[in-house]
């Protein structure tokens, strides 16, 4: 059973900094496209970044409301994808999902991404 577990939520001030981990089960998890999501109350989930898999090129995308703040990595030797998150707004307050694209092609898309982990939270106070 494949399971996405995401860690290094928290409350922070805002201006702040926070790393999100996400350990993947996958046996082949360098063969995995990876999305980061997240969703605050009474809204829908949205794109924050991906990161393709590394035989791919390991090329990134973010979303506009985090680029120049936030960087996703990975490291395959470990099946772990990160997440840094630096000068936290307010705004940044949700839960944060990671996922992973066996296909390579779900980039924004959250429906075409094949598994997902169960969320962290993430609160940045004013």
């Known amino acids: 059973q494949v399971r996405l577990v995401e860690s290094g939520g928290g409350l922070v001030q805002a201006g702040g900094s926070l790393r999100l981990s996400c350990v993947a089960s996958?046996?082949?998890?360098?063969?995995?496209?990876m999305g980061w999501f997240r969703q605050a109350p009474g809204k829908e989930r949205e794109f924050v970044g991906f990161i393709g898999d590394p035989w791919s090129g390991d090329h990134t995308a973010y979303a506009d409301s985090v680029k120049g703040r936030f960087t996703i990595s990975r490291d395959n030797s470990k099946n772990t994808l990160f997440l840094q998150m630096n000068s936290l707004k307010p705004e940044d307050t949700a839960v944060y999902y990671c996922?992973?694209?066996?296909?390579?092609?779900?980039?924004?898309?959250?429906?075409?991404?094949?598994?997902w982990g169960q969320g962290t939270q993430v609160t940045v106070s004013s």
């Open positions: 996922a992973a694209d066996r296909a390579g092609e779900a980039g924004p898309d959250s429906s075409k991404y094949d598994y």
């Open positions: 996958l046996r082949t998890f360098d063969h995995y496209a």
